[in-house]
């Protein structure tokens, strides 16, 4: 695997493969690298071509400073993870890399109705901080193929729109949620749980399960409100229990049978916060 800091010299190499028709496959990440993150590369990979994974903890996603402070880094532990998976290049580029500008004074991006529901309500200007990394990685990489990953649902939602508004030719292929063997989400932030807190993250995963359970025809409210009971019994402080539309993620209180649906949470554990989504009409 090649490592590259400077966005200069990744993109020399790539003009070269490029120029030499070997597709591009691009694995945007924050780092501490899981078997979530892994499984995006094994994908990419299975396309043959050439993969690239970025590790950037990018400032202007954080709504929450003490969630930057304390995102956590692993970074030998990543490249050896990477280089076991396959992965060709890996650019780690420094905040001053990313934004030679400054961090003042960054673009906005229309992203409609997409940023005032769910993280974008909750976490407010996150999606704009998503975008602004994305659309520079996107330019620096140039790929053919993003691999995302479920486990961020309105994230995948939001990166399609831009690169629909950035009018680019990369497919986005989104790649499901990766769990441990109780049904907990892989999530760097996962890390950050003491023994007695990661036993209780599962209810996520278990209230999820619940919603797809109890779903039928007809008002959804009453199950709603027992999701966000059972989470609070469970010592949660939760920000959002949904039932969404799958493919416009407008809420929906009243359902017809058949519009695919996803059910998504946010909740913290203390000072965690831990998200994840299901989709409601899949079997497994
Ligand atoms: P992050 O490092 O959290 O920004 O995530 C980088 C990419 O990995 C994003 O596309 C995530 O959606 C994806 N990802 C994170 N966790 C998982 C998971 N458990 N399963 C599959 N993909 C994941």
Request: proline residues 5%.
């Amino acid at each position: 695997m090649i490592l590259f800091k400077k966005s200069r010299d990744l993109h020399d190499f790539l003009k070269e493969k490029r120029r030499r028709d070997i597709p591009v496959g691009f694995v945007p990440t924050m780092g501490a690298l899981h078997a979530g993150h892994i499984s995006l590369i094994g994908e990419s990979r299975k396309k043959g071509g050439l993969t690239v994974c970025s590790i950037f903890v990018n400032p202007t996603q954080f709504n929450d400073s003490k969630d930057f402070d304390q995102y956590p880094y692993t970074l030998e532990k990543d490249i050896d993870g990477l280089e076991a998976a396959g992965c060709d290049v890996l650019f780690l580029p420094s905040v001053k890399e990313m934004y030679p500008e400054g961090l003042k004074n960054l673009p906005h991006f229309d992203l409609g109705f997409l940023e005032t529901v769910l993280e974008g309500k909750f976490r407010p200007g996150h999606f704009q901080g998503v975008c602004q990394v994305v659309e520079r990685l996107l330019k620096m990489v140039q790929p053919q193929f993003l691999y995302l990953g479920q486990k961020d649902f309105q994230q995948c939602m939001v990166i399609s729109k831009l690169v629909e508004i950035m009018g680019i030719d990369t497919r986005v292929v989104i790649c499901p949620t990766q769990r441990e063997s109780d049904g907990l989400a892989m999530s760097s932030r996962n890390l950050r749980l003491s023994p007695s807190e990661r036993e209780q993250a599962v209810y996520i995963h278990k209230t999820l399960r619940f919603l797809r359970q109890e779903l039928k025809p007809g008002y959804l409210d009453d199950m709603k409100e027992r999701a966000i009971q059972y989470l609070a019994a469970e010592g949660f402080r939760v920000d959002y229990v949904e039932i969404a539309e799958a493919e416009t993620l407008k809420p929906v209180t009243h359902w017809d049978g058949s519009t695919p649906l996803v059910a998504l949470i946010a909740a913290f554990i203390n000072e965690v916060r831990l998200i994840d989504n299901l989709l409601l009409q899949d079997s497994h």
